[in-house]
């Protein structure tokens, strides 16, 4: 906070209250009513609901469509979150090095962040179809015959690469920014220590871009828990039947199509006490990498 | 035009610390007065108290004849200027110049003709339609005076105005704002850690310690007669020589042994004495008439043009003591010296609480 | 050094490969008709039918009402980027001025209440936000829309972190100036920010542009639909049926991508900068 600062009885909570009373109405009363309701059960006629304890929770994490749920979401987010990161980081140390063209590469590599996840989605369906999509013809000449909605595998594996193609850019964005920020000295006296470039890179560049790492591994842990919905829901193509579904996607499902108001509240409980959690470690990290510049 | 008065100014932060601990000072009309300390010592603070940019624990600032304790730091006729110019970096220099009048209310002519006139004696009049990025610092710091006298207010306020600058402007700009203060004749509260600033600029200094007042006084009497080790070595550079001493009988000894002899005048066990660098003489053999006589080894001469520093040390180790001497002089390291000071220019402090004793 | 620069640019080029393909391969099968898709697949190369299909997509109501056109989804979705991006700036902008700049009882509780938001994305608070919304009668209207959408922390996050690092001496300079605290925010601070709100406009208008879930729920009217909400359709009636229009479902496509794209690559720098500076 400032030093200085103005005094005014009135003013600052004038400036505030729009902002409050939205966070009130939007966010706080329906978090609290998702808390409240996942204790209750409610009467599918209507007629008012019953205190049933934790018995939501216990019927949520016991049944055997969570579970699959549960496993699918956890392997997707490794998937994403790894693969993404990974061609992310490799391009950005490609792109920091070059001299010529780096600014078209950073254009090009960096543009697809506009694109909407249900759009990504909807170019997924037509690169994966059945009749028209390249893709699937590509690996047919292997002998896979992909079949996307129907193939559990198949519709997983779409979904990862559609995925992974949406997040490239955020990641490539801030690992390059990250290696500008190492300054040129560190650098030069890295190319005077050690001759070897890829033990360079491994010694000195990547120790100084962990904290940006870290910092990406959360934003792309949540990422895949919550912003894949549009990609997830156009790629099932709104049948999802015995397809992949993410965790999120499920309290949708359970919430908005079967109507399983306590279960679909329960969900969400659990579904912010990881967000909780993902955002205390994102904090700490952030704090860290504070210190660290 | 107006005098400041403080009368036992305290400023205690959260937390129980106080960074001003009860200071009265009484500024006359048209008076440069210096605030001089090392970091910490609660100069800013008190000026800031004097800006209204900080609350006032207790005690009473005074600007004329009111009482400004509660008073908004719009409404004191007082105007500033920062460290870092604190210019409105999306204006131009005549809208920095003029956003405190159009503020007021004043009238456009009037604005025009004050922004004008500060332009003209500052000699910024060709860079009135740029913005501050396009200047060089020695210009951005004319530009922040020249809000200041825009204002044609009761008193200025400088915040270390020159520390930004590279040593050359800082010379040409301390000599400037000497100028343009003498011509106005406006009350001048300066805040500066420079000693040599300080000495300069002001028509009294006062040196801060701790949030005390160490002393008040023209700079020239707070050079001769330092009121305590601390204005000693904190005024003066290089700084005064500061050796513990011990009664011997009827002379003085120093605590690390021998090298020094001279009369023990005052009728204590011990004391600091204190010796400026320009007021020890080489001599060939060691003196005996009055005064104090040291003998030293030469470590480092350090020549800086117009004269030389040497630094040497007493024969059986112990305290270091700078001498001046002329830049064509001789010296090598390891080299005996014999030095003498004349009575007046040595100074007497005591020994524990650092006061000047006379 | 030359050789592994080849190698640099080998896999850059790559990567941009994998990166830029799937939208030009949108785009090329945008425009050839339905039945040349259909018979041999994606099209590699641009085909006649562009005029034809875009203007089909834009001005042919479709759907299953058939009361809503390309053109409507559109302007649809101008209105929510826009309408999300400068409530957004506005509210945060005050809120982030009064936590940064008053001294008042109670403001780091506010502070706190805001930044809960962090903790509480939509996705996890679906039901309850919908009915609360809906019991609020703002079901398909554009204020049901935008306004649930604008609290959450992130702009005023951003706009805290720029105040805080605006140098004190401004605001002390201004107060002895004689600058209250609306002068001081207008005559100072917003001009000071104006570079900081491009970038947070760019990127907040590329989220509303690209909301989802939160339209899915909230119109249901087709003449609310934005082209991202209208993907549903476009799968449904287009891709579903008996011989998939996919020429026409990726033009509408490219309508949704080409906006928030266009703004992205065009004020890349602010963006980069407003993208790194707001998550730190």
Redesign the interface.
Known sequence: ?????????W???L??L???A??????????A??VR?SFYLEDPFGFGSTFVGLDNFTDTVTSTDYGRVARFTAVFTFFVTFLSLG?AL??AV??D?????ASS???????????????A???????F?Q????IV?FFAMFGWKMQIGVDYFDTSFAMIVTSV?KQ???NF??FL?GLQGISKSVQEAASIDCRS?LRRFWTVTFPLLAPTGF?LLI?NI?YA??DT??IV??IV??EPGNNPVTL?YK??LD??RGND?GG??AQ??I??AM??IL?IIQFRL?ER??HYT | MATITLDTVRKVYAGNVEAVKGVSIDIADGEFIVLVGPSGCGKSTLL?MV???EDITTGEVKIGDRMVNNV????RD???V??????????TVYNNLA??LK??GMAKDEIDRRVKEAARILEIGEYLDRKPRALSGGQRQRVAMG?AIVREPAAFLFDEPLSNLDAKLRVQMRVEIKRLQQSLGTTSVYVTHDQLEAMTLADRLVVLNGGNIEQIGAPIDVYDKPASTFVASFIGSPAMNLLNVKTNGSGLALEAGEGLSGANTMGRDSYIVGIRPEHLEVVDSPPSDDGIALEVNVDVLEPVGAESYVYASFPNGGQEIVIRVSSHAHHEPGEKMYLKAAAENVHFFDADTGRRVD | MKK??IW??V??LA??F???T??V??LM?STHDAIT??K???Q?LPGGKFLENYETVLFQAGGFTKEVDGFVMLKNSMILGFGFAIGKI???M??A????????PM?SL?FW??F??????L???????Y???QS?GMVNTYSGLI??L???ATG?FFFRQFF?SV???????????????W??FK??LV??S?TMIAAIFIIMF?YG?????WPT?ITTDESLFTL?RG??Q???VW??AQI?A?NE??AL?IL??VP??L???VF?SWF?KG??ES??
């Open positions: 906070m400032k030093k200085v600062q103005f005094q005014s009885r003013l600052p909570y400036l505030l729009p902002q409050l939205i966070v009130t109405i939007f966010f706080l009363w329906p978090a009513e998702a309701s061609i490799l391009l490609k792109a090095k070059v001299l010529r063209g590469y950073k254009t090009l590599l960096m543009w697809v962040y506009a694109v909407a996840p249900p759009v989605g909807l170019i997924g369906v037509l690169l179809d009749h028209v999509g390249p013809d193609w490239i850019p955020v964005i801030f920014s470039g910092f934003i949540t828990f919550f919905f549009g829901d156009v193509k709104n999120v309290v949708y919430g908005f108001l679909s509240s969400s409980v579904l912010m967000v909780f955002t952030i990498r504070v | 800031r800006a209204g940019l908004d730091p719009a409404d007082i105007a500033m920062f460290q870092n110019y604190a210019l409105y970096p999306h204006m956003y405190g503020n007021r809000r | 592994i620069q640099d640019h896999i850059l990567g941009v994998f990166m830029v799937p939208v391969l949108t099968t898709v259909y041999e697949g994606v590699f506005i509210i945060s005050l809120a001025y009064a936590i940064v700049y008053f001294r008042f403001a506010c209440v805001i809960a938001t962090l903790l509480l994305p996705e996890v608070r679906i039901l309850p936000s009915e609360i919304v609020l306004v649930p604008i609290a959450s005023t805080m140098p004190e001496e401004l605001l002390e300079a201004a107060r002895i100036d004689g600058a209250g605290p002068k001081f005559d100072i001009p000071l104006q590329v542009w690209n909301q989802y879930l729920l991202v993907i549903k476009i799968l449904q891709v579903g998939p996919f479902a990726m496509a949704a991508i928030p794209v703004i992205v690559v890349q980069v993208l790194v998550d730190k």
